[in-house]
């Protein structure tokens, strides 16, 4: 079975990644579980940092907030934090809940820190244009 693919519509344009639902399925049926509930829907990017990540998926809109509960770290040698790569942010190990995290250059040292369960397949130019406090109209799961 092929893997999935999340669709998120920005007002900058379109970003779609390929979640890695053999290596990481607790993260990536997390992921899936809340997109399809629509708890990500109308959220922003809290947290932009250049040449750095984009960070969403905090219903406080400070990185503060997550869906009420934590899930257990995963860790996969083939998923490593490279361009594009789709974390999950968290505040120490096993604390992720529904923050993630878009990379928009390798950045080697959060590997075995976060969890990585996606890989941008189109519109990383999106990625590298998005500002903070920019909203994440919709997530869908193809």
């Known amino acids: 079975m092929a893997n999935r693919t999340a669709v998120l519509e920005t007002a900058k344009g379109i970003i779609k990644f390929e979640l890695k639902e053999s290596e990481a399925p607790i993260t990536t049926k997390n992921f899936i579980t809340l997109a399809e509930k629509g708890f990500y829907n109308g959220l922003t990017f ?13 219903p406080k809109g400070n990185g503060t907030g997550g869906p009420g509960y934590t899930i257990k770290d995963e860790f996969h040698p083939k998923l490593r934090h490279t361009k594009g790569a789709v ?9 992720g809940g529904s923050q993630f995290f ?8 959060l590997d075995g820190k976060h969890s990585v ?25 193809v």
């Open 46 to 58: 809290h947290r932009v940092i250049r040449k750095f990540m984009i960070q969403g998926g905090c």
């Open 87 to 95: 974390s999950m942010a968290n505040a120490g190990p096993n604390s």
């Open 102 to 109: 878009i990379t928009e250059e390798p950045q080697p040292h």
């Open 117 to 141: 369960f996606g890989q941008v397949t189109e519109g990383q130019n999106v990625v590298e244009t998005i500002k903070q406090g920019d909203k994440l109209l919709k997530v869908t799961i």
